[in-house]
C-alpha cells in the first residue's frame, strides 16, 4: 500500500483488499442523536449501535476478517477436549512468537486476571511503560501498585519522537533501586500503548529494558495486543530493522519477554486472548487458574471457530501489506485534521485518531471531563462515535479523590478494514466544524458513578444547555442535511 505512488502525486492510502460482505449504515437526523445521547447519560459506551454512523469506539472485536478467517471457521473441530483446532493454534503460536506453552483465554483481561493472580502480591510494584485499565484494575485488585516509567516525551501530545511508548530506562532502573528486585513482581511492556494514543516502542528499547530485567532477574511480560501495529511502526520508523521482514522483527521481539500475552480481539482479528511463555514452572502456575476461569485447556472460554480465525489472523498479521491498513488511514485522518488546525495527538499511532480534547476544549476544567464532553459533542455533530481517554477513564482513589489524567483524549478508533476514505473524509468535515464551533462545547458532570472502571456505565449530563446550542447551530450551517 505504501508502495504506490500516484501520478498526480494526491497520494492516498489504497486498500489491498476489496470488500464482498457490507453492512448497512443509519445517519440519524441531529435533534434524534441529541435525544440518543441524552439517554446513553452522555456515556458513549452506553448507546446503542443502531443510532451510530461510524462506529469508532474501539478496534476491539470489530476488525474486519478475511475470507480465510471466515473459511477457517467452517472446520471448526468442536471438541471440549484435545481439538485439533486448539492444536493449530498453538503450532501458529510457536512457530510466529516461538514459545513452547500457550495458554488460552477468553480475552485479554482474563489473561490479566490470571497474570495478576499469580505474580503480584499484596505490596508488589509493577513498572510499566504506561498502565491500561484493565491491566491496573487487575494489579491493585491484587494488591499491588503500578508505576509508570515512560519517556517524558511520551506524554507530549505534540512531539516528532517515533516510539513514544518507550520506556525511560534510568526510571527503570531507579524504581528497582528504590523497591528492591524481589518487590517488583514484573516488568510490564504495552505495544502500542493504548492510553498514549496508540505509541510504538522501539525494538532497541525493549533490547534494553530486557537487559535490565535479566541483570535483576525479574520477569518481563508484554501486552501485545497492539503488536501489529508496533510491528509496522518498528519496520518503517526504527533504521536498524527496514531490511528485517515483519516476521522476523516479531520474532526479535517475542524472544526477550518471559511471558507474553494479547487480546485476540485486537491482535488477529478474531475474539478470544492467551498466553504463551517458555518457562514451564510458570507455565504450570498459571494453567492451574485456566480451567476455574476461562475453560478447559484446549479453549479457554473461546469458540474453536474464533480459535480456527485466530490463527489465521495470526499468520495474516505477518503480511505488512495487511498490518499496515490502520495506520495509514489514521495518519491521513489525523493529517487532515491538522491541515484544519483541530489539535490532534502526534506523530499519528496506531489503534486510532486521537483529538486532544484539553486544548479543543481548553474552557472545560478536567474535573468537567473535557474528553468526555467531547465525545458527546462529536457524536450530536455526526454521527460518529469515540471513546473518552481522560479523567472519566480514571478511578477515585480510597478517599474519594478523583486523580485527573496526565492527557485528555477523545479517541477515534480505526477498525481495520472496515471504513473506506469518503468515510473518514465525513468525520473530518464534522470534526473540523465542532472545532469552530467549540466555545458552544460546555462540560459535563456525573449523575451515577460507579466505583470501579466508572467510564464503561457511569452516567454524566451536560453542565448547562450547550447541548440544544450546539444543536441549533448545527440547523442554521447544515439546513436539512443530516
Ligand atoms: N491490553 C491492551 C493494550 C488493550 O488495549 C486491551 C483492550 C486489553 C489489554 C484488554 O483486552 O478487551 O480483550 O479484554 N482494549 C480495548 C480497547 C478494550 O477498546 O482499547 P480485552
Not at 305 to 320: F, H, K, Q, S, Y
Request: hydrophobic residues 40%.
Amino acid at each position: 500500500m505504501s508502495s504506490i505512488k500516484f501520478y498526480y502525486g494526491d497520494s492516498v492510502p489504497l486498500e489491498m483488499h476489496k470488500a464482498r460482505i457490507v453492512q448497512k449504515l443509519n445517519l440519524v437526523p441531529v435533534d434524534y442523536r441529541l435525544k440518543a445521547i441524552a439517554i446513553a447519560g452522555n456515556n458513549t459506551f452506553l448507546l446503542k449501535n443502531r443510532d451510530v454512523f461510524m462506529d469508532m469506539l474501539t478496534d476491539s472485536g470489530v476488525n474486519a476478517m478475511s475470507d480465510q478467517q471466515l473459511a477457517a471457521m467452517m472446520i471448526a473441530d468442536d471438541s471440549y477436549a484435545g481439538s485439533e483446532t486448539f492444536t493449530k493454534l498453538e503450532n501458529k503460536i510457536e512457530e510466529i512468537f516461538g514459545k513452547k506453552y500457550f495458554l488460552p483465554a477468553h480475552q485479554g483481561r482474563a489473561c490479566e486476571n490470571i497474570i495478576s493472580q499469580v505474580l503480584v502480591k499484596p505490596g508488589s510494584i509493577v513498572p510499566m511503560n504506561y498502565h491500561f485499565t484493565t491491566s491496573k484494575s487487575h494489579i491493585v485488585l491484587n494488591g499491588g501498585s503500578v508505576e509508570e516509567i515512560l519517556i517524558d516525551e511520551g506524554l507530549k501530545v505534540n512531539s516528532e519522537h517515533p516510539f513514544k511508548g518507550n520506556t525511560d530506562i534510568e526510571k527503570l532502573k531507579k524504581s528497582i533501586e528504590k523497591h528492591g528486585a524481589e518487590k517488583i513482581a514484573f516488568v510490564r511492556l504495552e505495544a502500542g500503548t493504548n492510553l498514549i494514543g496508540g505509541q510504538p516502542f522501539s525494538l532497541e528499547n525493549m533490547r534494553e529494558v530486557s537487559e535490565v530485567c535479566k541483570q535483576f532477574g525479574i520477569i518481563l511480560v508484554l501486552d501485545a495486543s497492539l503488536l501489529a501495529d508496533n510491528l509496522y511502526f518498528i519496520k518503517v520508523r526504527e533504521d536498524q530493522c527496514k531490511d528485517l521482514s515483519i516476521r522476523e522483527i516479531t520474532r526479535e521481539i517475542s524472544d526477550l519477554p518471559d511471558v507474553i500475552y494479547f487480546s485476540g480481539r485486537k491482535l488477529g482479528c478474531a475474539r478470544g486472548g492467551g498466553i504463551c511463555t517458555n518457562d514451564r514452572e510458570m507455565c504450570l502456575k498459571i494453567r492451574e487458574l485456566i480451567p476455574l476461569y476461562e475453560g478447559f485447556l484446549t479453549y479457554g472460554g473461546m469458540s474453536v471457530r474464533e480459535i480456527e480465525a485466530m490463527t489465521v489472523g495470526l499468520e495474516e498479521t505477518m503480511d505488512e501489506n495487511m498490518i499496515n491498513q490502520g495506520p495509514l488511514f489514521i495518519a491521513y485522518m489525523t493529517e487532515e485534521l491538522q491541515k484544519k488546525g483541530v489539535p490532534v495527538v502526534t506523530p499519528p499511532g496506531g489503534l486510532g485518531c486521537h483529538l486532544n480534547a484539553m486544548e479543543f476544549l481548553s474552557h472545560v476544567p478536567q474535573n468537567r471531563y473535557p474528553a468526555g464532553a467531547l465525545a458527546a459533542a462529536v457524536y450530536i455533530a455526526s454521527g460518529v462515535r469515540g471513546m473518552e481517554r481522560g479523567t472519566m477513564s480514571e478511578q477515585r482513589d480510597e478517599n474519594g479523590v478523583e486523580p485527573l489524567s496526565n492527557m485528555e483524549l477523545l479517541r477515534l478508533a480505526m477498525p481495520r478494514r472496515v471504513f473506506t476514505l469518503s468515510q473518514v473524509k465525513y468525520a473530518v468535515d464534522r470534526i473540523a466544524w465542532l472545532y469552530e464551533n467549540r466555545e458552544l462545547v460546555g462540560g459535563l458532570t456525573f449523575i451515577e458513578e460507579p466505583k470501579i472502571l466508572r467510564f464503561f456505565f457511569g452516567r454524566l449530563a451536560p453542565i448547562s444547555d450547550w447541548q440544544n446550542r450546539l444543536v441549533a447551530k448545527f440547523k442554521s450551517d447544515f439546513a436539512d442535511s443530516l
